[in-house]
Structure formats: C-alpha cells, structure tokens
Nanobody
Framework: VQLQASGGGLVQAGDSLSLSCAAS????????MGWFRQAPGKEREFVAA????????AYADSVKGRFTISKDMAKSTVRLQMNDLKPEDTAVYYC???????????????????WGQGTQVTVSS
C-alpha cells in the first residue's frame, strides 16, 4: 500500500485549501482512510477519517464544520477540504490507511499501518 499526499501550501487565515491522498496497492474496500496532523513541538493528532466503503465520517472537534473529508473511489483518492483556515491549523498533514479498522479506534494514529509522506500547511495570521 502506498499513499501520496499533496496539496499543502501557505495561505492566509480564512482561506481554503484542499489536500489529496492518492492511494495505490490495494482494493481498499475494507479500509479506513484518515488524516492526521503534527504541529512543531506537538504530538500527531487526529483530524478526520472516512470509511472507504460506506458513509462513515468523523472529525476532530477543532475542525468540525470547517473541514470535509471525501473520497473518489474511481481515482482511489481521499480529499480533505479545509475552509476558514486558522493559524492553529498550521502543521504537517499526513494521510493514513488501515484495513478493517474498528470505527471506535480511528482517532488513534497507532492503529494505522500505512502512512503518506506528509504535506505542509502553513496558515498566516
């Protein structure tokens, strides 16, 4: 399984940005796809997750209402649409994947076996 994250950049507060995670190497039908982020000096934290098959989605409270996770099954891509960005959203964003992950454990980064390389998002005030 390979994950390739892209779409990061430098934006101003209030702007929008869309991240993509291109997945390959599996059918992913049983996978949960997640986005995590890590700011300098902080631990990696959960942002959002989506079940590849079905409509389950989940968000961290800090991004709920501003971020939207979606999937494009034809392109094997998961996207994270980020609106109304805030300086505190500045971090390296990682996509992750795990097969058969129990939904109650999606917020733990240790549950994911596969990780993309990370993409930097910087939000200036």
């Amino acid at each position: 399984v390979q994950l390739q994250a892209s779409g990061g950049g430098l934006v101003q507060a209030g702007d929008s940005l869309s991240l993509s995670c291109a997945a390959s190497g599996s059918s992913f039908s049983s996978y949960v796809m997640g986005w995590f982020r890590q700011a300098p000096g902080k631990e990696r934290e959960f942002v959002a997750a989506i079940r590849w098959s079905g409509g389950n989605r989940a968000y961290a409270d800090s991004v709920k209402g501003r971020f939207t996770i979606s999937k494009d099954m034809a392109k094997s891509t998961v996207r994270l649409q980020m609106n109304d960005l805030k300086p505190e959203d500045t971090a390296v964003y990682y996509c992750a994947a795990e097969a058969g992950l129990i939904w109650g454990r999606i917020r733990s980064d240790t549950e994911y076996a596969y990780w993309g390389q990370g993409t930097q998002v910087t939000v200036s005030s």
